[in-house]
């Protein structure tokens, strides 16, 4: 090897570096706040399931915003973009951080999940100026698929540690992140040419609108809030239309039209919609029972935590050697079987008191393990076999899914849980039958998320190389 061309794959292993781990920060923050929610509902007044859109606030826009802002990485430059993304995501973070209302902290969360929204389809864009096609970019996309997956477990744990010291060190900890990426990615990411490309900005905003207006419907099952219910459902239903419309007569529509006529795209879109509900929902649920059921503190809650980054991580890893022997769609599918029958375990077993061994640790590391192989899975599924034109869009579409699915599901499951609690009194005992109705319903939709898998082509193994 030539030494150009070994200064050539360093630069693009430290671009790698660069990308995955603002990566790895966007999506952690999606649930970094998890474990510190009770504290937040404390000391900013928010009641009910109101204290679920501090991270709703971040993973409307953020998947909302995916699709328009993988079209202005084509018109602006990708690296441009990265860079902006990450700079907004750095300042509103310190915003978060100031916040000493619940109105600011929301506003705060919600220009982070814009920011996010710009840097990650800008990533995946540069990942793919870094590596040609073939084993060396299927592999980064790969890595950078189950970084996302253990990346929300990690929060859980870094947010526990820093909470207990004070909240709004949870966003103070991006700020000199962010800086240090901003830094290295001016000298290691390249500078990739403009695609001539329109932008759908009317159906780019009505996708945004139409996942918060969603999320807000389902929210206003437990609280009513300012805009009805029934008003903000009709809202989205025409948001919808107007994606839909935009689809079929922009010029360049946000989603490249042969896209969604591949199956694997719309089902396996379909699927990662489920996966993204369980795993935001289900650590949403878990979190708030170690702390109003259990009492312990975000520290405590964090130790106890502790085992499941590493299950999870163990899952994103052997997903790569199992997809090299086993069809995606199987693989998907014990995945989502796995967590069923873990979740209703954990419906079972969790109680008020007694040991967290039995009541969390022995339902909660089957389930860690297979959603590790889950969200794995469900990346590839969504980006196997495209075209390396087209693998930018598929990648935002599935991380669209993935993120706006789980805003949804986790406004409807905080909305069921709330309205069991308040309709038992709101003690600890009915915090508990709240979490273990949220478990239920979370298998349930596991067994319909596997069953869904047989809707998945079935294409030949080994198409993720080691």
């Known amino acids: 090897m030539t030494s150009t061309a070994v200064r050539a794959e360093r630069r693009a292993r430290a671009g790698f570096v660069v990308l995955g781990s603002i990566e790895f920060l966007t999506v952690m923050d999606a649930s970094v706040v998890n474990i510190a929610l009770p504290v937040l509902q404390e000391d900013l007044g928010l009641r009910g399931s109101a204290v679920s859109w501090v991270v709703t606030c ?24 990265f860079l902006a993304g990450t700079g907004l ?33 800008a990533a995946l864009a540069l990942i793919a100026t870094l590596f040609a096609d ?8 790969a890595i950078l698929g189950g970084m996302g997956g253990i990346a929300a477990p990690v929060g859980l744990v870094l947010g526990g540690l820093l909470a207990d ?13 962010g800086v240090v990426v901003l830094l290295l990615a001016r000298r290691v ?19 945004t609108a139409a996942v918060a207006l969603l999320a807000l419907a389902v929210a206003s099952l437990a609280d009513p809030l300012p805009v009805p219910g029934a008003w903000a459902a009709a809202g989205a239903l ?29 089902v396996g879109g379909a699927l990662f919609v489920v996966v993204g509900t369980i795993l935001l929902a289900t650590f949403y649920v878990v979190t708030l029972y170690l702390q109003q059921v259990r009492g312990l503190s975000p520290s405590a809650a964090t130790v106890a935590y502790l085992p499941l980054p590493l299950a999870m991580f163990a899952g994103t890893q052997l997903a790569p050697r199992l997809l090299r022997r086993v069809t995606p769609r199987n693989v998907l599918g014990a995945g989502l079987v796995i967590q069923s029958l873990s979740l209703a375990l954990w419906a079972q077993t969790s109680t008020a008191s007694g040991s967290l061994v039995t009541a969390l640790l022995l339902p909660a590391l089957p389930w860690a393990f297979a959603l590790g192989l889950s969200i794995v899975t469900s990346f590839v599924v969504c980006t196997n076999g495209i075209p390396a034109s087209a693998v930018g869009a598929a990648s935002g579409l ?35 039958a709240g979490h273990h109705w949220a478990l ?5 939709l596991a067994v319909l998320g596997a069953l869904g898998t047989r809707a998945l082509p079935g294409p030949p193994s080994g198409t993720v190389p080691s």
Do not use: K
């Not at 909302?64 to 018109?75: E, F």
């Not at 239309?241 to 795209?265: D, K, M």
């Not at 899914?401 to 709330?418: D, E, P, S, T």
């Not at 239920?440 to 349930?444: E, T």
């Open 165 to 177: 010291i004070d909240w709004s060190w949870i966003f103070w900890v991006n700020v000199p992140l």
């Open 238 to 266: 025409v948001c919808a239309a107007i994606v839909v419309w935009r689809q079929r007569t922009a010029a360049e529509p946000l989603i490249p039209r042969g896209l969604l006529r591949r199956r694997s795209v719309a």
């Open 58 to 81: 971040y993973l409307i826009p953020f998947a909302g915003m995916l699709l328009l802002a993988g079209r202005l990485g084509d018109v602006l430059g990708h690296r441009r973009l």
């Open 89 to 121: 995501f750095t300042l509103a973070s310190a915003g978060c951080a100031l916040a000493s209302e619940s109105w600011q902290l929301l506003v705060g969360r919600a220009v982070q999940g814009a920011g996010a929204a710009l840097v990650v389809p």
């Open 189 to 207: 990411l390249p500078m990739p040419p403009r695609t001539p490309a329109r932008l759908d900005v009317l159906g780019g905003v009505a996708a």
């Open 440 to 444: 239920w319903v979370l298998a349930v």
């Open 134 to 141: 073939g084993p060396q970019r299927h592999r980064a996309l």
């Open 398 to 432: 599935a991380t669209s899914a993935y993120q706006g699915g789980g805003a949804v599901g986790l406004a409807l499951i905080a909305a069921l849980a709330a309205a069991t609690s308040e309709r038992l009194g709101n003690t600890a005992t009915a915090e508990l």
